[in-house]
């Protein structure tokens, strides 16, 4: 029987997804500039832009703020068809710094909770820049004693290294460790690399918290 030593967790498509939507928010904020978009056409492009960022980008994400603001910037730009003004680009960037353009999914309070009823220790492993931190605590989500992004370890799922930081600051082996996430590409494939356990959320429905407290309460 394997020990469940530490939880961790995905935070975009597991934790959060972004309110009312990418479309939306791009589109509402590029309005106060005078620049009408349809909402619905910008979430399309989103997802292609958003890729082919990641392929060309070193780390996705960026490796650091300034490199995360350049990423974006790419992303935005190919969502619009355009280079957009440095202030819009900006403007966009920091409005999903702020807990009101993000929801909280479903099961995730309640995994938290039961987490720490059982004294399990939790984090939060995720391609994500350094607004990450201080948007879990805006959203008061947590206590997490661990947040750690590609962007802090130069490294990006499925690359195995943030869970092996993660490991190394809990003082636990990864095979000691449920992943929670919602891609089998990047959060599948680093518990692939490291031996550990891969519990599948949904980006729309959230985390399985029955699966999650089975696992928890009777681990194999």
């Given at each position: 029987m394997r020990r469940i030593a530490a939880v961790t967790f995905d935070a975009?498509?597991?934790?959060?997804t972004p309110h009312p939507g990418v479309g939306l928010v791009y589109a509402e904020i590029a309005a106060r500039y005078?620049?009408?978009?349809?909402?619905?056409?910008?979430?399309i492009r989103f997802a292609p832009a958003?890729?082919?960022?990641?392929?060309?980008?070193?780390?996705?994400?960026?490796?650091?703020?300034?490199?995360a603001r350049r990423f974006w910037s790419r992303v935005i730009d190919e969502t619009f068809g355009e280079p957009l003004p440095f202030e819009i680009v900006c403007d966009l960037y920091d409005a999903f710094a702020r807990a009101e353009r993000w929801r909280i999914l479903p099961g995730v309070r309640e995994a938290l909770a039961l987490c720490t009823k059982l004294t399990v220790p939790m984090a939060v492993l995720s391609n994500f820049d350094l607004r990450l931190a201080p948007l879990l605590s805006e959203l008061d989500?947590?206590?997490?004693?661990v947040v750690l992004t590609s962007a802090e370890v130069g490294a990006a799922k499925p690359d195995p290294a943030l869970l092996i930081a993660a490991c190394r600051?809990?003082?636990i082996s990864p095979t000691h460790v449920v992943h929670v996430?919602?891609?089998e590409r990047e959060d599948?494939?680093?518990?692939?690399?490291?031996?550990?356990?891969w519990l599948r959320a949904d980006p729309q429905l959230g985390i399985p918290f029955h699966s999650l407290a089975d696992m928890l309460v009777n681990p194999s």
């Amino acid at each position: 029987m394997r020990r469940i030593a530490a939880v961790t967790f995905d935070a975009a498509g597991t934790l959060i997804t972004p309110h009312p939507g990418v479309g939306l928010v791009y589109a509402e904020i590029a309005a106060r500039y005078g620049l009408e978009r349809d909402a619905t056409e910008l979430d399309i492009r989103f997802a292609p832009a958003f890729k082919a960022a990641v392929a060309a980008w070193p780390v996705p994400y960026g490796r650091d703020d300034d490199d995360a603001r350049r990423f974006w910037s790419r992303v935005i730009d190919e969502t619009f068809g355009e280079p957009l003004p440095f202030e819009i680009v900006c403007d966009l960037y920091d409005a999903f710094a702020r807990a009101e353009r993000w929801r909280i999914l479903p099961g995730v309070r309640e995994a938290l909770a039961l987490c720490t009823k059982l004294t399990v220790p939790m984090a939060v492993l995720s391609n994500f820049d350094l607004r990450l931190a201080p948007l879990l605590s805006e959203l008061d989500l947590g206590p997490f004693s661990v947040v750690l992004t590609s962007a802090e370890v130069g490294a990006a799922k499925p690359d195995p290294a943030l869970l092996i930081a993660a490991c190394r600051r809990l003082g636990i082996s990864p095979t000691h460790v449920v992943h929670v996430g919602d891609s089998e590409r990047e959060d599948g494939g680093m518990c692939a690399a490291t031996g550990a356990r891969w519990l599948r959320a949904d980006p729309q429905l959230g985390i399985p918290f029955h699966s999650l407290a089975d696992m928890l309460v009777n681990p194999s």
